[in-house]
């Protein structure tokens, strides 16, 4: 009996050991750093995955910071979530035996549904407390572009064939090289041609010790130009690298009953015109404004004996800004944001922003069409009038939307009938009424049929 039980105690401990053996399980002798950046336009969140434990999330445009893993075998994977499935979708997988003292990045580009993950590797740079120079890799993950060469300089130096630091087809990436910590310009030119000059960077300040992949990426809606820079560093942060041939640009929306019909200046002196005549409720074509400082002076149309409401604003190449005018007499506001107008291929986008007087807060209720408020709880509790709110991600079908006052089923606005696919986008903006009691929901893009 005794005999067999020993017999069997080694067999159980044979995944272990061999009866006393050496263990068989793999031993790390080293780490490595591993990150992954998010090149598909219509992504929304990815979450980066090594086997069932999340690193990280990245949206378009952005990296995940840098982990560093046991020099051992895993298999990395990345999620989409789609709005109405319980479960998030596994988009793509990449098994990689991880080698000590490497760096690893995977790109994640192509099409949502069916991603191509490209593994870029090079060698972990640990810099010394005294150095000052930052390291700088050059990739290309911009799909609208053919191949490109990339020049890297201080300002004032024009591109010159032969002088570029990378010639790259799309999801290539050029071997890492030290810089002086320094103020850089990026270019990016077609192959072969630097008169071809498919991209520019503002100048943009290197400091020292930071291991950068530098890399341009297809513009999105909240961009004016179609290409857009950024400097990934390894801890996750960025430096945006915006073209200054395209301006900012700014949208003007009227949200106060009080402020009355305006004209609108963009110098002290008032005899910089931008927009004429703007009413309560009117939304502005888009105005080319200029980069940097920019301070806004509101005049009764047709006069320039007051200012009525003034705002300023710090504006950033070739992105689009929204303005309001808000607030009652005596107590007028302003304020300005970037909004989210990118489509995903994961859900629809509600975008709503309430800029009343009479309701401090609102409740905001999305809900199956035709079904009642009654015995729901709001989609978006507590609005608070004048601040930025994130979207909400809609699943495919038909809605009805309802504004309330906050904690209360009164119903204020709604309902307003919506039909939503994956990639649409409601734009709403909420406005005061004549009627303090009643608001009304503005529909910019994506509003209920005529």
């Known amino acids: ?51 069932q434990r999340s690193i990280d999330t990245i949206v378009y445009k952005t990296a995940s910071t840098s982990v560093r893993y046991d020099d051992l075998d895993y298999t990395f994977y990345f999620d989409a979530q789609y709005s109405g499935e319980q479960t998030a979708r596994r988009i793509g997988s990449r098994q990689l035996d991880v080698v000590a003292d490497k760096d690893y990045t995977f790109l994640v580009s192509g099409p949502l549904a069916n991603p191509t993950i490209t593994l870029w590797e090079g060698d972990e740079r640990i810099f010394e407390a005294e150095e000052t120079v930052f390291e700088a890799r050059f990739a290309h993950t911009a799909a609208s572009l053919g191949s490109v060469d990339v020049y890297f300089a201080l300002p004032g130096v024009a591109p010159v064939l032969g ?97 009355g019909t305006s004209d609108i200046y963009d110098d002290e002196m008032l005899t910089s015109l931008r927009l004429q005549n703007h009413a309560f409720r009117d939304v502005s074509a888009e105005i080319d404004v200029a980069v940097g400082a920019n301070t806004f002076y509101y005049t009764p149309a047709g006069s320039t004996a007051s200012v009525t409401l003034e705002g300023q604003m710090s504006a950033i190449s070739g992105l689009r800004y929204r303005v309001f005018a808000s607030g009652a007499a005596g107590a007028l506001l302003w304020n300005f944001l970037i909004p989210d107008r990118q489509p995903i291929d994961t859900s629809a986008k509600f975008l709503i922003h309430p800029v009343s007087v009479n309701f401090a807060a609102v409740d905001l209720y999305i809900v199956d069409a035709d079904a009642t408020i009654d015995e729901l709880a709001p989609s978006r509790p507590g609005l608070v009038s004048g601040l930025a709110v994130s979207p909400t991600l809609l ?55 005529p």
Do not use: H, W
Request: charged share 20%; proline share 7%.
């Open 1 to 51: 009996m005794k005999r067999i039980f020993l017999l069997l105690a080694c067999i159980g401990m044979s995944l272990l050991v061999a009866c006393g053996g050496d263990s068989r399980f793999p031993e790390a002798s080293g780490k490595a750093s591993i990150r992954a950046i998010n090149a598909i336009p219509r992504s929304s969140v990815i979450n980066f995955r090594v086997e």
């Open 163 to 259: 002088e570029q630091v990378a010639t790259l087809a799309f999801g290539e990436i050029s071997p890492a090289v030290d810089y002086a910590a320094d103020d850089y310009v990026l270019t990016i030119t077609a192959a072969g041609d630097p008169a071809i000059i498919e991209y520019v960077s503002d100048t943009v300040t290197f400091a020292e010790r930071g291991n950068y992949i530098i890399t341009p990426f297809d513009g999105d809606t909240g961009d004016n130009g179609p290409v857009f820079a950024r400097a990934l560093n390894s801890t996750g942060n960025s430096l945006s690298m915006p073209d200054p041939r395209f301006p900012p640009t700014v949208e003007f929306i009227n949200a106060s009953m009080d402020l």
């Open 395 to 449: 699943a495919p079908g038909s809605y009805d939307v309802y504004l309330t006052a906050f904690d209360t089923k009164d119903i204020a606005a709604g309902p307003y009938r919506i039909d939503v696919a994956r990639g649409d986008i409601v734009d709403t903006i909420v406005f005061d009424t004549v009627d303090p009691a009643v608001l009304d929901i503005v529909f910019l893009s994506g509003g209920p049929a």
